[in-house]
């Protein structure tokens, strides 16, 4: 049961004289057996995230991480997690969770749990997961038995808190992941009441991409002279895609989609549009169109959900449409391209769109469509990331007079483009965010 002793410190060959190389995770002070099962999923070394963050979190330091999905930070909160609870050798009792992580989607959280089961194989510990959109019979079943670490997202917990299957008075571990997008989805006051519930003794994390004024008063509410970790994304990620704009009609982007996916070259589409009943259209034309696709967005019933994620990772299906919300995050191995059939208003949206391509150092392509309508968004883009982005040669004409002569990306103070977290603009509409 009962985590091994941690510590054990492996130098790098060449001894202390050789140029330091980056740090091995034993180095970091966890124990071989959560080593042994980072080695068996391939993981050579620690991201900058895991490298700046474990140490401290193993000596039981609150963290505000400023890092989005993609920089590896599940793996920075959960290792040292397991590592502690592994390290106190007590069991939990029913209903009574030892460490909790929030996060906002189920997807998310499907993920974390799988991550935590992955590299806590070895450790004995147990955990589950808990959300919205499937039966709650299981989820009560499996917090009945004792759980150290239980994954939820906020809707769900409140309710089993509600009916007293979940009680959080020993939760000595807390993570608030993607904080911004709890607030970008009206979660912000589900987290207060679940953070009222939490007791005063514990640890806590809080992760976010970027750090408006309500999440960092959060910060300040939640966390106790906190080591501050900030990395972006690999800057190559955005880098390495290749970036494409076609200026077409709104009418025009459906057969756009099909001419450009009859294309065999292109392996794994992920396709973005903005509303769910858009996201529907389009995979009804698509698999009209002959193409094997399934659509991915919040009004999906969970198992839906799944079944199309699973089909398009392992290559059943060669195009997923979906819309934001439900691709926050997505780590899917393989996608060759992303389409952006229509272009986000938030530019921060972009740069997480373009980033599910290109992902573990390959290369990727981004077409983005732009219509009459959009060419403001796609200004606001340029602007977010410092450059233009050119119009496609194979798949549309030169860029319309009106966007020439538009005013022109602000100059750039850095070299080269770069994602500049920036504060997200007021939060949309009731109406609009229902559309999504
Ligand atoms: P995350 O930001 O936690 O969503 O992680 C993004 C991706 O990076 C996931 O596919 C992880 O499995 C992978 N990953 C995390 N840490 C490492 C590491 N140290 N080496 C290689 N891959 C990693």
Redesign the pocket.
Known sequence: MNEATIGACAHPPGGPSAIPAPPA?ADLGLSPSLCEA?AA???????PI?AQAIPHLLEGRDLLGI??????????FALPMLARLGAEGRRPTAGHPRALVLTPTRELAA?IAA?FEAYGIRTGLRGTVVFGGVGKGPQVTALRRGVDVLVATPGRLLDLMAQRHVNLSRVGIFVLDEADRMLDMGFLPDVRRVVAALPAARQSMLFSATMPPPIAGLAQGLLRDPVRVAVTPPGSTVERVDQQVCFVDKQGKRDLLARILSNPAIGRALVFTRTKHGADKVARHLTQAGVRTAALHGNKTQGARERALDSFRAGTLRALVATDIAAR?L?V?GITHVINYDLPNVPESYVHRIGRTA??GRAGVAISFCDETERTYLRDIQRELRREIPASREYGGPAPASLASAPRPAPSRRPGPRYRPQRRPARAPAAARARR
């Open positions: 995770f980072l999923r391939g993981y050579d070394r620690p991201t895991q890092a989005q999905t993609g920089t590896g930070k599940t793996a920075a993920q991550s995050g780590d191995p992902r573990a």
